[in-house]
């Protein structure tokens, strides 16, 4: 039991500054690629910062896995953030930091209840306009064959491409891109299976209330018949008694 608050309490007190991490991570990620004459400092300084915000998130990973009650059951339920730690580790590339990121922030956002599922899917669709915008204009603007070349373009390609309409005015041409594509349909459709599903849920749980609150009236209302019924039989016999006193008096002795 001390394990488990003890986790709550670190999940709590890292809440706020994880997602301030991943603010300035997000930030590091932007600059070099809107800014493509960055100097090679801040290129560099932009790197550290990304690298250091996905070592505090593994590290905040570690200190969940120290303090879970059973760390073997913890690894079993939380197998996506062992895999966004380990997969910058296996290829330093800058894409997956990109995604390794992103998910160790979704499942880090999700542990906090304050955080409501409407709040939740509209920050994701935001973070994955955005990112999947700098991701695509990253691989695309030196493509020889590329017709993605400025950030607009990648902003709107991502927006018809996360609503899956795919105008085809802007394509990726690398195999990286198409990646990145596939994994903003796919983020696309998720979200709007969570948004379709959430709405009717919510439609369903307010005809529910509406059923339960004409039952108990209903039931209110059979309880008050049942209850007038009793009282005019009670009445019945009640006179039907006076009626045959007062025949046994009027009888000549």
Same mark, same amino acid.
């Given at each position: 039991?001390?394990?488990?608050?003890?986790?709550?309490?670190?999940?709590?007190?890292?809440?706020?500054?994880?997602?301030?991490?991943?603010?300035?991570?997000?930030?590091?990620?932007?600059?070099?690629?809107?800014? %493509?004459?960055?100097?090679?400092?801040?290129?560099? #300084?932009?790197? $550290? *910062?990304?690298?250091?915000?996905? =070592? +505090?998130? !593994?590290?905040?990973?570690?200190?969940?896995?120290?303090?879970?009650?059973?760390?073997?059951?913890?690894?079993?339920?939380?197998?996506?953030?062992?895999?966004?730690?380990?997969?910058?580790?296996?290829?330093?590339?800058?894409?997956?930091?990109?995604?390794?990121?992103?998910?160790?922030?979704?499942?880090?956002?999700?542990?906090? %209840?304050?955080?409501?599922?409407?709040?939740?899917? #509209?920050?994701? $669709? *935001?973070?994955?306009?955005?990112? =999947? +915008?700098? !991701?695509?204009?990253?691989?695309?603007?030196?493509?020889?064959?590329?017709?993605?070349?400025?950030?607009?373009?990648?902003?709107?390609?991502?927006?018809?491409?996360?609503?899956?309409?795919?105008?085809?005015?802007?394509?990726?041409?690398?195999?990286?891109?198409?990646?990145?594509?596939?994994?903003?349909?796919?983020?696309?459709?998720?979200?709007?299976?969570?948004?379709?599903?959430?709405?009717?849920?919510?439609?369903?749980?307010?005809?529910?209330?509406?059923?339960?609150?004409?039952?108990?009236?209903?039931?209110?209302?059979?309880?008050?018949?049942?209850?007038?019924?009793?009282?005019?039989?009670?009445?019945?016999?009640?006179?039907?008694?006076?009626?045959?006193?007062?025949?046994?008096?009027?009888?000549?002795?």
């Amino acid at each position: 039991m001390e394990e488990q608050s003890a986790q709550a309490r670190w999940e709590r007190h890292t809440q706020r500054p994880l997602l301030a991490l991943a603010v300035a991570f997000a930030v590091a990620y932007a600059v070099p690629i809107v800014d %493509s004459s960055a100097g090679h400092s801040l290129t560099a #300084a932009c790197t $550290v *910062v990304e690298w250091v915000v996905w =070592g +505090s998130f !593994a590290t905040d990973y570690l200190m969940r896995l120290a303090l879970a009650r059973g760390r073997k059951e913890f690894v079993w339920t939380h197998w996506l953030d062992l895999c966004a730690v380990i997969l910058p580790i296996l290829q330093p590339l800058r894409l997956l930091r990109l995604v390794s990121t992103l998910l160790l922030v979704g499942r880090r956002a999700r542990m906090a %209840s304050q955080i409501r599922l409407t709040t939740y899917v #509209a920050g994701s $669709v *935001v973070g994955l306009l955005m990112f =999947g +915008s700098l !991701a695509v204009l990253s691989v695309e603007r030196e493509s020889p064959n590329g017709n993605i070349r400025t950030l607009g373009d990648a902003v709107w390609w991502s927006f018809t491409t996360m609503t899956t309409v795919g105008y085809g005015d802007h394509a990726p041409t690398t195999g990286l891109g198409r990646m990145i594509a596939v994994g903003l349909m796919l983020s696309g459709i998720a979200l709007l299976g969570v948004v379709t599903a959430n709405i009717a849920a919510w439609f369903i749980a307010r005809f529910e209330k509406d059923d339960v609150e004409e039952r108990r009236q209903t039931e209110a209302i059979e309880s008050l018949a049942a209850e007038v019924r009793g009282l005019r039989a009670e009445v019945a016999a009640l006179t039907a008694l006076a009626s045959a006193g007062e025949a046994v008096e009027e009888r000549p002795g």
